[in-house]
């Protein structure tokens, strides 16, 4: 795979540009103390990440085997929300070496995009706070059009958007989510490892990359180990 292939590669948010699982973590312990549940665990957090905030909710309730009312949701929806603004790039870090990366496919102007399926203005919060905003112009959330991921129409809309042809894209991510997407839309993907995911490598049936540093060397075509 060569990314210099592409005319445009699409950025998934958490887990592949950003380390936010801490910050996310904190909101949604928080939510579900302030009304009665129990915590989960630094380990559960994987699972929860990557159907924005009312899906961390529903997967928190379902691992405690718990339920709440739908209005209930929505005072916790309210209270993670607000929360979350104030403190959504406290312990979140961007992954090494993406910087250097993202500077080389300027330099050969190659367009960048962020799709994330969090709140289209949470996104640019932390776009602009993780300091990637001088990359990234284009940034859509889970808000952003009619359907978020897996669903085929959020990067049909994407892409469509950009007006851009589906052969000229690349999706990268980290989860099952994203996966899913770009083979519903029949663009291609490229797996970034050790992301929000629960999966195992071997679930993802397309190319995988652990490390942006690596990845800069397939810019152009050459190999690398990982």
Not at 6 to 23: C, E, N, Q, R
Not at 174 to 199: I, M, P, R, W
């Amino acid at each position: 795979m060569k990314l210099s292939d592409y005319k445009l590669i699409i950025f998934d948010l958490d887990g592949t540009l950003v380390d936010s699982k801490m910050d996310i973590l904190n909101a949604n312990n928080k939510t579900l103390k302030r009304f009665g549940f129990k915590p989960i665990t630094k380990a559960q957090v994987k699972g929860i990440v990557g159907q924005g905030i009312v899906g961390n909710i529903n997967i928190s309730l379902k691992m405690q085997r718990r339920t709440a009312s739908e209005q209930l949701k929505k005072e916790m929806f309210k209270y993670f929300y607000n929360f979350y603004k104030k403190n959504l790039f406290v312990k979140s870090t961007v992954y090494p070496g993406l910087t250097n990366l993202l500077k080389a496919l300027r330099k050969r102007k190659i367009k960048i995009a962020v799709g994330s399926n969090k709140l289209e203005n949470l996104t640019k919060i932390v776009i602009k706070q993780s300091k990637l905003n001088q990359y990234f112009k284009i940034i859509c959330g889970g808000n952003t059009f009619k359907h978020k991921k897996p669903h085929a129409g959020f990067l049909n809309a994407f892409v469509k958007k950009m007006k851009m042809k589906k052969k000229d894209c690349l999706f990268i991510g980290d989860s099952e989510h994203d996966y899913e997407a770009a083979h519903n839309s029949g663009v291609d993907f490229l797996l970034k490892q050790n992301g929000f995911t629960q999966k195992p490598n071997s679930f993802f049936k397309c190319p995988q990359f652990k490390t942006y540093k690596s990845l800069i060397k397939k810019i152009d075509g050459k190999r690398t180990k990982s």
